[in-house]
């Protein structure tokens, strides 16, 4: 049996300049990498102002 290997990926969304998030274009980003195979596995989101961080994996070939 082989052991698993992943690649990984992280993406950065930035807030607007009132600090929101438009969630639309964090779906279109999840789901747009989804189907390149990406995997959401935790975000990352330090402060107000600052950006959300995606960090996404998917099966090494």
């Known amino acids: 049996m082989s052991e698993q290997t992943w690649s990984y990926q ?3 969304i930035k807030p607007s300049f ?3 998030f438009d969630v639309d ?3 279109e980003v999840l789901t747009r990498e989804g189907m390149k ?3 959401l596995v935790s975000t990352l989101n330090v402060g107000p102002m600052r950006p ?3 960090f ?3 099966k090494r070939r």
Do not use: H, R, S
Request: hydrophobic share 45%; net charge neutral; charged share 20%.
């Open 25 to 27: 274009t964090i779906n």
């Open 10 to 12: 992280t993406i950065e």
């Open 56 to 58: 996404l994996k998917k």
């Open 52 to 54: 959300i961080v995606l």
């Open 18 to 20: 009132v600090g929101n």
């Open 37 to 39: 195979g990406w995997e």
